[in-house]
C-alpha cells in the first residue's frame, strides 16, 4: 500500500501547515480558546473558506468528496499546533453522518451549512456508565418526544446542532438532530482533563420532527461508520501530538545543563528520545493504515484497522508522554508547560470514544469472527 502524498495532498498539507503557523506565531500549544472565542471563529471560517470542512462532503453540497485519508493531514497538522476546533465533530463525523442517512432536504439543509462554517455539530453519543458502548439506552424518542442524556460530549459547546443515538419506542434505533438551543435542551459545559469544552447534556422532552430523524440508512450502521471515521481522525490528531511534544522534548535537552553540560549528550537521556521517536513512528504507521481503510466496503476489515489503531495509540502515546514528563521532571506536570498540555491531550484522546481497552476488546471480537 502506498503512503505517499499526491500532489493534492501535498498541496493541501503545505497550505494548512503554512495557515497554522503563521496564526499560531509558531507558538503551538497555548491555552484552548473558548469555542466561541474570536480567534476560534476566524479560524473556523478560515478551514471553511479553504474547503476542509467539507472535505468528505458530496460535491452536489458545496463540499470536495475526498477520501478520508486528507482527513489524517489536516487532523495530524491540528495535532502538532494544538488548535482546537470541532474539525472531527463536524467535518468527520457528523458530515458521514448526515450524508450517510439523511434525506435530500436534510442533506441540502444541512451540508452547505456546515461546508461553509456557518453550521457545527456534536455526535452526543457517550452516556453515563463506566465504559464507552454504542447501545445507546439513556435517550429515548416516544411519541415525538426526546429524553434522557448524554455525557461528556465533545465539541457540544459551540455547536448548533446535536446528533443523538436513541432508542425509539418501537425498539428500534434513531439518530436524531436536535438544534443545540432548542426547548428542553440543557447543555452543562466543563473542560476536560486537556483544558477543552466538553458538555453533559439533558433533553427534557425535547419536540422533535419526522424531519430531524436520519432515517434513510440503518442508525447502528451509521452510527459505527462515522465514528470509525471520526476514531481514525483521533489516532492522527494524536500522531501529530505526539510528533510536537517530542520537539518539546529535544528542545529542552538541547537547552537545560547539568554538571556543565547539556542534557542531551547524556546517554541514557538519548536512548529515552530514540524510545519515543520509536513509539511515534508506529502510532504514525497505526493512524495512516486506519485512515486507510475507514471506507473499506468490508465492515469488519474497517472495524479490525480502527480498533487496532486506536487501542495501540492509546497505550504507545501514554508510554510517550510518560517519558516526556520524566525527562522534564517536576516542571513537566505545570500546566503552563505547553509539554504538560500535549501530555494531557493525549490522554483525553485515548479515552474519546473508547479506551484503548475498548478498541483491544473491539478487535479481539472480530479477530474471533475471521
Request: glycine share 8%; with cysteine.
Amino acid at each position: 500500500m502506498d503512503f505517499q502524498l499526491d500532489d493534492d495532498e501535498r498541496m493541501l498539507a503545505d497550505a494548512l501547515e503554512r495557515f497554522l503557523e503563521r496564526d499560531t506565531g509558531g507558538d503551538a500549544w497555548r491555552t484552548p480558546d473558548h469555542p466561541d472565542a474570536p480567534a476560534t471563529q476566524r479560524r473556523w471560517a478560515t478551514l471553511a473558506n479553504m474547503g476542509l470542512i467539507g472535505l468528505h462532503m458530496p460535491t452536489e453540497h458545496g463540499g470536495l468528496a475526498r477520501p478520508p485519508t486528507d482527513s489524517f493531514i489536516v487532523a495530524s497538522a491540528l495535532g502538532r499546533h494544538g488548535v482546537a476546533l470541532p474539525y472531527i465533530a463536524t467535518a468527520v463525523v457528523g458530515a458521514h453522518a448526515i450524508a450517510s442517512a439523511g434525506s435530500p432536504d436534510q442533506q441540502s439543509t444541512w451540508l452547505p451549512a456546515m461546508a461553509a462554517g456557518t453550521l457545527r455539530t456534536a455526535l452526543a453519543v457517550v452516556e453515563p456508565g463506566p465504559r464507552f458502548s454504542l447501545d445507546s439506552s439513556a435517550a429515548r424518542l416516544d411519541g415525538g418526544r426526546l429524553s434522557g442524556q448524554k455525557s461528556v460530549v465533545t465539541d457540544a459547546v459551540g455547536a448548533d446542532l446535536l446528533i443523538v443515538p436513541a432508542v425509539g419506542d418501537d425498539g428500534a434505533r434513531h439518530l436524531v438532530c436536535v438544534a443545540a438551543n432548542a426547548p428542553g435542551v440543557q447543555v452543562n459545559p466543563q473542560t476536560a482533563i486537556d483544558g477543552r469544552w466538553i458538555a453533559d447534556i439533558r433533553f427534557d422532552d425535547v419536540a422533535v420532527g419526522s424531519g430531524q430523524i436520519l432515517g434513510e440508512a440503518p442508525a447502528a450502521l451509521v452510527l459505527e461508520e462515522a465514528l470509525d471515521r471520526g476514531t481514525a481522525a483521533l489516532c492522527a490528531e494524536a500522531y501529530g501530538t505526539m510528533a510536537r511534544l517530542l520537539d518539546f522534548t529535544l528542545e529542552h535537552l538541547r537547552a537545560r545543563v547539568q554538571f556543565g553540560q547539556a542534557l542531551a549528550k547524556f546517554q541514557v537521556l538519548q536512548h529515552r528520545t530514540v524510545d519515543m521517536l520509536l513509539l511515534r513512528e508506529q502510532v504514525h504507521s497505526a493512524a495512516l493504515l486506519a485512515a486507510a481503510h475507514a471506507a473499506h466496503a468490508d465492515a469488519a476489515v474497517r472495524r479490525r484497522h480502527v480498533s487496532a489503531a486506536k487501542a495501540m495509540t492509546g497505550r504507545y502515546a501514554r508510554q510517550f508522554g510518560e517519558i516526556a514528563m520524566q525527562i522534564f521532571a517536576g516542571m513537566g506536570m505545570t500546566d503552563e508547560l505547553p509539554a504538560s498540555r500535549c501530555f494531557r491531550r493525549l490522554l483525553a484522546l485515548d479515552a474519546t470514544w473508547g479506551d484503548a481497552g475498548f478498541h483491544s476488546d473491539r478487535y479481539a471480537t472480530e479477530e474471533t469472527h475471521l
